[in-house]
């Protein structure tokens, strides 16, 4: 049975603050509320966090709670220009998910946000620090209406992603989680590792921000991907695809196909060399057949129903991209 930790709000304030028991507690319109309470879920079985680092490796750390879900966080702006600075004028290093984590780990980010220090406090300062723009919880007030409009959220400067392609998270996207009442939101520190991701947030059992600020500061926790909805990946963040190796510039033009000819005999008499794998594949389909199948390239025969690539007295001709 999995260990819960319930962060409760309880309404009666004495007691509690003689007792030295740390409650957030903010004014309102009727004299005194509480911040909202967070739940965390952790999980029976302890795996260890995979972070990667700016060199792209991957850093393996067992120290970091393994949580199966969190929930508690709420948004709601407080910005009032006679209370003075609440964090709304903060900016932090976004020049990569190493330097973020490494500027806001163990602090207590409130961005103005009117519950203090909730994950959607440290998304917040992402966004003016990176984008020069807010964050929008959609209306909803919770961490996890940020993807009720993903497209606003996104805008020009990050790519949209949904939980079909959670096997493609990596260090530097913004996860949001459905989950109990609020959800939640935080920054992965690396990828998909067995159903779990390090997850760098606010609210998410860190240590208490204090009565008068509410919520706990930024920590790491190792999280499961059972209630992910999408996330949102900085387009500086995204990896260049690798350039991929040229196709051989051919020395042939015709060729007469025999019995027994292959690609790789064709490629090693005309280029010199052979190389097999996805470069043979595309050399492969800038060879064409005249005779037999005219204008359908080798590959596509070799992905024929006949499955032949290459027909016993054809004519093939290369034809350069």
């Known amino acids: 049975m999995k260990k819960k930790i319930l962060y409760i709000i309880v309404i009666v304030l004495s007691g509690l603050i003689g007792a030295g028991i740390d409650v957030a507690i903010r004014p309102t319109e009727n004299g005194i509320t509480v911040d909202a309470s967070y739940n965390i879920e952790f999980s029976d079985v302890q795996v260890p966090a995979e972070m990667t680092n700016?060199?792209?490796?991957?850093?393996?750390?067992?120290?970091?709670?393994?949580?199966?879900?969190?929930?508690?966080?709420?948004?709601?702006?407080d910005f009032d220009a006679d209370a003075g600075d609440k964090g709304w004028s903060e900016t932090y290093d976004v020049s990569s998910p190493d330097a973020f984590k490494n500027d806001t780990l163990g602090k207590c980010i409130i961005a103005n946000n009117y519950y203090g220090a909730q994950c959607v406090?440290?998304?917040?300062?992402?966004?003016?620090?990176?984008?020069?723009?807010?964050?929008?919880?959609?209306?909803?007030?919770?961490?996890?209406?940020?993807?009720?409009?993903?497209?606003?959220?996104?805008?020009?400067?990050?790519e949209i992603y949904w939980r079909d392609s959670i096997d493609k998270i990596q260090a530097g996207d913004w996860l949001v989680f459905d989950g109990g009442m609020y959800g939640h939101v935080g920054m992965a520190l690396g990828g998909n590792n067995n159903?779990?991701?390090?997850?760098?947030?606010?609210?998410?059992?860190?240590?208490?921000?204090?009565?008068?600020?509410?919520?706990?500061?930024t920590n790491i926790i190792n999280i499961s991907l059972k209630n992910l909805i999408g996330f949102y990946r900085p387009k500086a963040y995204i990896k260049p695809e690798p350039t991929p190796e040229p196709i051989p510039i051919?020395?042939?033009?015709?060729?007469?196909?025999?019995?027994?000819?292959t690609m790789s005999k064709i490629m090693m008499e005309c280029e010199g060399v052979i190389k097999y794998g996805e470069i043979m594949n595309e050399y492969a389909k800038t060879w064409y057949s005249l005779i037999y199948r005219p204008n359908q390239s080798v590959y596509d025969g070799w992905n024929s129903p006949s499955g032949v690539g290459l027909y016993a007295g054809d004519d093939i001709e290369h034809r350069m991209k």
């Open 54 to 77: 700016d060199q792209g490796e991957i850093v393996q750390d067992e120290n970091i709670p393994t949580v199966e879900e969190v929930d508690g966080g709420l948004f709601k702006d």
């Open 121 to 158: 406090s440290l998304a917040r300062v992402f966004w003016w620090s990176y984008a020069d723009r807010d964050v929008s919880t959609c209306g909803t007030g919770m961490a996890k209406g940020m993807m009720n409009c993903a497209d606003e959220n996104a805008g020009d400067d990050f």
């Open 195 to 217: 159903g779990y991701v390090a997850l760098l947030g606010e609210n998410q059992g860190g240590h208490s921000c204090g009565a008068n600020v509410g919520g706990s500061a």
């Open 250 to 261: 051919s020395g042939c033009v015709l060729w007469h196909v025999e019995r027994g000819d």
